[in-house]
C-alpha cells in the first residue's frame, strides 16, 4: 500500500514537472513571437547589417531559453528582451573595428566633389553614412540612447528601462548627442575634419 501511494505521489511530481515544462516552452514561443521584430530592430540599430542583426537575434533568444524559467518572473518581458537584445548588438559590436578620423574627412572630401544633379541619389547616401559614421564615433553613453530614440523610435521610459537609467538621463544624453552630431556634421561639411 505505501509502495502504492508513493509509485502514484512520484507520478504526480513527473506530471506536475512536465505541465511546468511545457508551460515554459509555450512561454518562451509567445516570447519570441511577439518579440522578435523588437529584438532584431533593435540589434540592426547597432549593428546595421542584416546578417549580424539575425545572429544577434538568435543569439538573444538562446541566452533567454537558457533563462527560461526567469521568464516566468519577469514583470516586463518586452523590456527584459530589448535589455538582452541590446547587450548582446553591443558585445556583438565591440568586435567590429573603429574607423579612423582620416576616414572621416575622404568621405567629406567625396561628398563635396558631387554636384551633378544624377548624383544626387548617392549623395544622399553618402550622406546617410556620413552621418552613420559619425553616430558611431559618438561615447557609448550618449550613442545608445540616441539611437534607440531616433532610429528605433523608442519612448524615454522605454530607453529607460531598456538601458536600466532614469529617463531624466535618457533626455539628457539624446539633447547633448543631438548637439555634438550637429557641431561635427557642420565641422564636417566644412572640411575642418
Do not use: C
Given at each position: 500500500m505505501f509502495e502504492d501511494l508513493r509509485v502514484a505521489v512520484g507520478q504526480v511530481i513527473v506530471d506536475e514537472a512536465m505541465v511546468l515544462a511545457r508551460a515554459e516552452e509555450d512561454q518562451l514561443e509567445l516570447?519570441?513571437?511577439?518579440?522578435?521584430?523588437?529584438?532584431?530592430?533593435?540589434?540592426?540599430?547597432?549593428?546595421?547589417?542584416?546578417?549580424?542583426?539575425?545572429?544577434?537575434?538568435?543569439?538573444?533568444?538562446?541566452?533567454?531559453l537558457r533563462a527560461q524559467?526567469?521568464?516566468?518572473?519577469?514583470?516586463?518581458?518586452?523590456?527584459?528582451?530589448?535589455?538582452?537584445?541590446?547587450?548582446?548588438a553591443i558585445e556583438k559590436k565591440r568586435k567590429v573595428a573603429e574607423v579612423g578620423l582620416e576616414d572621416i574627412g575622404e568621405m567629406v572630401a567625396q561628398l563635396q566633389s558631387k554636384t551633378d544633379a544624377a548624383d544626387q541619389e548617392l549623395l544622399g547616401t553618402e550622406m546617410t553614412a556620413l552621418l552613420q559614421l559619425l553616430i558611431e564615433r559618438l561615447p557609448r553613453r550618449l550613442r545608445?540612447?540616441?539611437?534607440?530614440?531616433?532610429?528605433?523610435?523608442?519612448?524615454?521610459?522605454?530607453?529607460?528601462?531598456?538601458?536600466?537609467?532614469?529617463?531624466?538621463?535618457?533626455?539628457?544624453?539624446?539633447?547633448?548627442?543631438?548637439?555634438?552630431?550637429?557641431?561635427?556634421?557642420?565641422?564636417?561639411?566644412?572640411?575642418?575634419?
Open positions: 516570447a519570441v513571437r511577439q518579440h522578435a521584430q523588437l529584438v532584431y530592430r533593435i540589434a540592426y540599430s547597432v549593428l546595421r547589417n542584416h546578417h549580424d542583426a539575425e545572429d544577434a537575434t538568435q543569439e538573444t533568444f538562446v541566452r533567454v524559467r526567469k521568464l516566468t518572473t519577469v514583470d516586463d518581458p518586452r523590456g527584459w528582451l530589448a535589455r538582452i537584445a541590446w547587450r548582446v545608445e540612447p540616441l539611437v534607440l530614440s531616433t532610429l528605433e523610435e523608442m519612448s524615454i521610459p522605454d530607453i529607460a528601462v531598456t538601458l536600466g537609467t532614469s529617463e531624466a538621463a535618457v533626455r539628457s544624453r539624446v539633447f547633448r548627442a543631438r548637439q555634438i552630431l550637429k557641431e561635427r556634421l557642420a565641422r564636417a561639411l566644412e572640411g575642418k575634419i
